[in-house]
């Protein structure tokens, strides 16, 4: 069996004393809300899901050939960015950026 290291990548996990730490003299329930809506899976993350990410690993039927790699148990939120810049407006500035690049398009005339 291979050797198991964990290290925390976890995104918050409900009721535990990280999460309450966030925001002091918050109830749970408002801390969860409050946190949720930047995790792309709309949840806080649970003991459950930390336990299940390490019986993947310790398993010798699912994670026995894994190895160097880093398991991101966060409800996706790594991956989430929110936009810069809305998303009209990212619209409306490529359409000037092609107005422009079609403008400078050289003129093509056949010498035949």
């Known amino acids: 069996m291979s050797k ?3 290290k925390r990548s976890q995104g ?3 009721e535990t004393p990280g999460t309450a ?3 002091p003299g918050m109830t749970a329930d408002d801390v969860s809300d409050m946190i949720s809506e930047g995790i792309p899976l709309g949840r806080l993350g649970t003991t ?3 336990g299940m990410a390490a019986l993947y690993l310790s398993c010798e039927g699912s994670g026995s050939y894994v190895s160097g790699t880093t398991i991101v148990v966060d409800g996706a939120e790594w991956l989430y960015k929110p936009p ?3 998303k009209e407006m990212v619209k409306e ?3 000037k950026v092609e107005a422009k690049s079609r403008a400078l398009q ?5 010498k035949l």
């Open 84 to 86: 810069m810049v809305p």
């Open 93 to 95: 500035l490529s359409r």
């Open 12 to 14: 918050p996990i409900a």
């Open 21 to 23: 730490k966030l925001a």
């Open 106 to 110: 050289p003129k093509l005339t056949s």
């Open 4 to 6: 198991l290291i964990l």
């Open 48 to 50: 459950f899901d930390i």
